[in-house]
């Protein structure tokens, strides 16, 4: 099958902050041998090509795109991404995005299928059955053995923001090396980050988030880095804590201390990361979100 990953609602300028979702997708859909793609604005393959849409549809235009194409005379596959909880009003309650989520919506009911990267309860929107949980795993092609020295003690992966800028300064005040991404940088600097650092940190953004976020923990986990995630979920993305060492609010300036001064930080990530290559799987995983019958009829075509 040839997937295809429409991206004109990201705009060409934009796709540096989709890379954490497309590229784990895309290599695992490598890995099970079909063919993967990229395209903006008219680059829309017919049927049987799968068009995927990673949301943030504030724009409408792509959705409209959408029901034009369905409308037609000509058959097209479309499969939503999901990748943020559909419950975190910042997101979808956002007067700087007032549209998002009712464009969303939309697009739920003219896709074919969809998978969430976060498993959040699509199921009460008109055409959330056909979304699926899709659990990011490990992929061989995508592990990564740094040849750097680990001089960063710790890194913030993404925006700083008042939640996690009073970690920063308290661990800089204790003497540690600190960096962190920002959301801004593409991805051979971030990967250049992640291969000096010796803990990556996954603080959420804001309180009263529920999800751990997958593509974070999963591209310093490639990179053999040891990452430290707040300890907030309790659902099927829990078992990321396997890998990524639990940490609350108060207690994550004193562990990431104690780990990064131990000098025991590049021996933990090689452990997680070898624990998550032997028990996830990307490819597998796709696999899995792949139940719909839609699937069986786009092999046969």
Not at 201 to 216: E, K
Not at 274 to 297: G, H, K, Q
Request: glycine share 8%; net charge neutral; with cysteine.
């Amino acid at each position: 099958m040839r997937f295809h990953f429409l991206l004109t609602n990201h705009f060409r300028y934009g796709c540096f902050r989709i890379e954490d979702i497309c590229v784990p997708i895309a290599t695992g859909l490598g890995e099970l041998g079909h063919i993967v793609t990229y395209g903006f604005d008219d680059d829309v393959p017919p049927w049987p090509a799968v068009n995927l849409l990673v949301e943030n549809f504030n724009n409408p235009a792509v959705v409209d795109q959408m029901a034009r194409l369905k409308a037609g005379p000509q058959r097209y596959c479309f499969g939503v991404v999901g990748h943020e909880d559909i419950a975190d009003a910042a997101i979808f309650d956002n007067p700087s995005f007032p549209d998002r989520r009712r464009n969303l919506e939309r697009a739920l009911t003219l896709a074919d299928f969809g998978w969430t990267i976060v498993p959040c309860e699509y199921g009460a929107l008109a055409g959330g059955e056909r979304m699926r949980f899709l659990e990011f795993g490990y992929a061989r092609s995508l592990r990564h053995n740094a040849s750097l020295p680990r001089d960063i003690d710790v890194l913030f992966y993404g925006e700083l923001g008042g939640r996690r800028l009073p970690l920063f300064n308290a661990l800089v005040g204790r003497g540690l090396k600190v960096e962190a991404s920002f959301g801004l940088l593409p991805a051979f600097f971030v990967q250049d980050l992640i291969d000096r650092a010796k803990i990556v940190a996954d603080i959420g953004r804001a309180d009263g988030l529920r999800f751990l976020t997958p593509t974070r923990i999963c591209a310093a986990l490639h990179r053999g880095a040891t990452v430290m995630s707040e300890q907030i979920d309790r659902g099927p993305l829990a078992k990321l804590y396997r890998y990524a060492a639990p940490v609350t609010i108060d207690d994550f300036v004193e562990t990431a201390v104690a780990v990064a001064q131990s000098g025991r930080a590049p021996e933990i990530g090689q452990k997680a990361r070898e624990l998550f290559a032997v028990e996830t799987s990307m490819a597998a995983s796709l696999l899995r979100a792949m139940t719909l019958p839609l699937f069986a009829e786009l092999a046969a075509a």
